[in-house]
């Protein structure tokens, strides 16, 4: 009877913090995966943006051009002491990918982008915590509730063993 009861206490556990956890924001889009396509942000009249991402020590940046264009990239962080910034220039025909070295600084990073008559800056997002996210408050909850309900539920499985007397000595829950 009580591996039974352990048992569905575990899944009716597992199921609210579940479908508390997928709950998303009453503000919250979705976004498709399939962005390769859009490039709507314009940095030139000729050149948009398509994506910009930072992967651990590279700056990614996917542009369009509509005809061959000179561009220059250049590091752009916050700085906190003197040092040098990475610049190089690129020849942007198409869809091009570009890989650029950046060093972010207080978990921040960027990189402008140069046409000789437009400077554009573009922010990337670097993540420097253990588990990366947008976490929003719809999963601070979940968590609690998962947390209160795992207490919950060992503190009514030891105090129902005491009392219906599978264990004689008194035991600690705290």
């Known amino acids: 009877m009580l591996p039974r009861f352990l048992l569905i206490a575990v899944v009716v556990v597992a199921s609210l913090t579940g479908v508390a956890a997928a709950q998303d924001a009453p503000n919250a889009t979705a976004e498709t995966s399939n962005q390769t396509d ?24 996917v542009l369009e051009a509509d005809r ?8 752009a962080v916050a700085l906190t002491e003197s040092r040098e910034l990475n610049r190089r220039s690129f020849v942007v025909d198409g869809r091009t990918t570009i890989r650029f070295a950046v060093d ?7 990189v402008t982008i140069d046409d000789g008559d437009t400077l554009y800056g573009i922010p990337l997002e670097t993540s420097s915590s253990i588990v990366a996210g947008p976490f929003t408050a719809s999963d601070a909850q979940a ?3 998962g947390g209160a309900l795992g207490v919950a539920l060992t503190t009514l499985y030891m105090v129902a063993r ?13």
């Open 68 to 75: 061959r264009e000179r561009i220059t990239v250049t590091e």
């Open 162 to 174: 005491r009392v219906y007397g599978r264990v004689e000595e008194p035991e600690r829950i705290a």
């Open 143 to 145: 968590s609690g509730l």
């Open 38 to 61: 859009a490039c709507n942000e314009y940095i030139t009249e000729h050149i948009s943006l398509c994506s910009a991402d930072y992967d651990g020590s590279d700056a990614v940046i």
């Open 104 to 110: 972010p600084a207080n978990g921040a990073a960027g």
